[in-house]
């Protein structure tokens, strides 16, 4: 009797290893796995490039690491991609997507496996409380990006992620506005970007953003956007104030009666600094005469523009004022360098070039300005 059930019970234990062997694994925690060994697997290897970026010795050489970065982020993103398809509407979905937009926007890199993640956070988690912190990412997705950014602010019920989706939405607006040429259109875009900022700041004032709130970062993209309108050629020049590089303060107002070329540049432009020897011909042929240049320079230090001019002189006017953050710049929305306003000696911009336009095209109109000037 006592050998039966032995017996028995060793058949029971022997029952319990293999329906324990057979018993399924945990998806949710394979697939939780698959993208922490994944993520890891990519941060380790995007270190290794950005060690290798900081000791190249050319640009052509940090060109190409940066290349291989983007083409990492591509790689895993397609990797990745494949867990949230799993199950799109589930935390492990939103997460992988999630790290698929950032990886993606901190290279600066898209495509369509980066829009198919953003899709699929824009159709199952728009509502979600954790959407917030992909939309700045996101953007990068030009059109996926305001596809979810229209999504998070018509369904979301918090309010401060509604108020950054509306804010988001004008500032994408906002961007496309630069470099239209159509006033009407440029009127209608301007239009539909206030009326977002204005939604932002009704929805969500004093919601963070960066070392801001939106309800300021709102008032400041209205204003700009209202400058906007009067950047076209026909127009009077919006006024600005900045500093000469001896420190003193000087404005566009100060040089009324005088033809100006109003040069956004820095030394560090291949096109800015083959356009120097033109214009120091230009200044010496219209010496005497109702015209000078004033060059505003993005340089991150006023040495570096100091020892530059010491180098090639450049016997005009000169704006410095924190370099990139001059808010010169944002009040003319300058997106690339050079950008060129060519103001009558009444204010009124005449000419616009948003890179360096021939010599031929300067100097005839410059000297058409000019006669009428002298003329006035």
Known sequence: MRLICAT???????????LA?????????DRASKLSTLKKKYETEQKELIE???KAQTPAEQRGIQAEMRELAIIYAGKVLAIAEENPKDDIGFDASVFIVKSASEVGVSGPDIEKAVGLITEH????PKVKEVLLPAMWVRNAGTKLLTAVSEKNPDKDTKGTAFFLRGVLIAQSVDGEEDETKVTALVKSAIDLFEQAKKVAPDAKLGEGTIGKFADTEIEGMKIVLQLFVGKVAPDIESILIDGKKAKLSDYRGKVVLLDFWATW???CVRMIPHERALMKKMAGKPFTIISVSVDEKKETLEKFIAKEPMP??????KGEQNPVLTKYRVQSFPTLYLIDHTGVIRYKWLEAPEDTDLDKAVESLVKYAEKK
């Open 8 to 18: 028995a019970l060793s058949l029971s234990l022997g029952l319990l290893v293999v």
């Open 52 to 54: 290798q970026f900081k």
């Open 21 to 29: 062997q057979d018993k399924p694994a945990d998806p949710t925690a």
């Open 316 to 321: 005009w006017v000169h704006w410095w004022d």
């Open 125 to 128: 988690h728009a509502a979600s």
């Open 269 to 271: 432009c291949g096109p």
